[in-house]
Structure formats: structure tokens, C-alpha cells
Nanobody, 120 residues
Framework: QVQLVESGGALVQAGGSLRLSCAAS????????VGWFRQAPGKEREFTAA????????DYTDSVKGRVTISRDNAKNTVYLQMGSLKPEDTAVYYC?????????????WGQGTQVTVSS
């Protein structure tokens, strides 16, 4: 069993930066791939980024490539999503997820989400 708790969401101006954190409980967390999904108002939840268990492989949706970096610290059971050059269209609830496999990434666990709002 893995429990995920996101933090770091905030209201920021366009062009600003944020770092989201996903703190996990569970002794096997380091064996899971971790991903971030986001859901904007009135839209479907979408994949944003993922990282494999070791941190060696990452993947991003095209709309965030070059602006977002996913990383993990298995000693701290924490995954980070560093976001820069934020745009109003990045406004969404961001969810941390864990998947047994990196590919295909299939979430087994979800956090409760953290709100990111980018003002223009």
C-alpha cells in the first residue's frame, strides 16, 4: 500500500515558478514509478510527467517539455515537480500517482491533489 500526499500548490503570476512535492508512505515506494497528472477546470485529467523507480528515465507531455522537471529522492520517499515559465493554461489540480510499471504507466495509487493557479 502506498499513500501519496501532494503539497506546494499556490497562486502564482504567469512566468513564475513552483515546486510541487509528493510525499509517500510505504516501504516499497522506491520500487514504483511516479507520475504527475493534472486536471484543469472543465477538462479531462491528463498525464503531465513521470519518472521511473531509479530516476534514470523521465517522460513529459509536450506542453510542459522544457519548463518542467520531475525528480525523486528515494531516501526521503519524495518526488518533486519543478515548474517554471508558468502559463495560465497550467492552472489545474495536480495529482501525484504511483505505478508498478514505468511503461505503460498505469496509476495504482493517487494523492488528493494540490491546486496550482497561474494568473495572467
Amino acid at each position: 500500500q502506498v499513500q501519496l500526499v501532494e503539497s506546494g500548490g499556490a497562486l502564482v503570476q504567469a512566468g513564475g515558478s513552483l515546486r510541487l512535492s509528493c510525499a509517500a508512505s510505504g516501504r516499497t515506494f522506491s520500487t514504483y514509478a511516479v507520475g504527475w497528472f493534472r486536471q484543469a477546470p472543465g477538462k479531462e485529467r491528463e498525464f503531465t510527467a513521470a519518472i521511473d523507480w531509479s530516476g534514470s528515465n523521465t517522460d513529459y507531455t509536450d506542453s510542459v517539455k522544457g519548463r518542467v522537471t520531475i525528480s525523486r529522492d528515494n531516501a526521503k520517499n519524495t518526488v518533486y515537480l519543478q515548474m517554471g515559465s508558468l502559463k495560465p493554461e497550467d492552472t489545474a489540480v495536480y495529482y501525484c500517482t504511483a505505478s508498478i510499471k514505468y511503461y505503460p504507466f498505469t496509476p495504482s495509487y493517487w494523492g488528493q491533489g494540490t491546486q496550482v493557479t497561474v494568473s495572467s
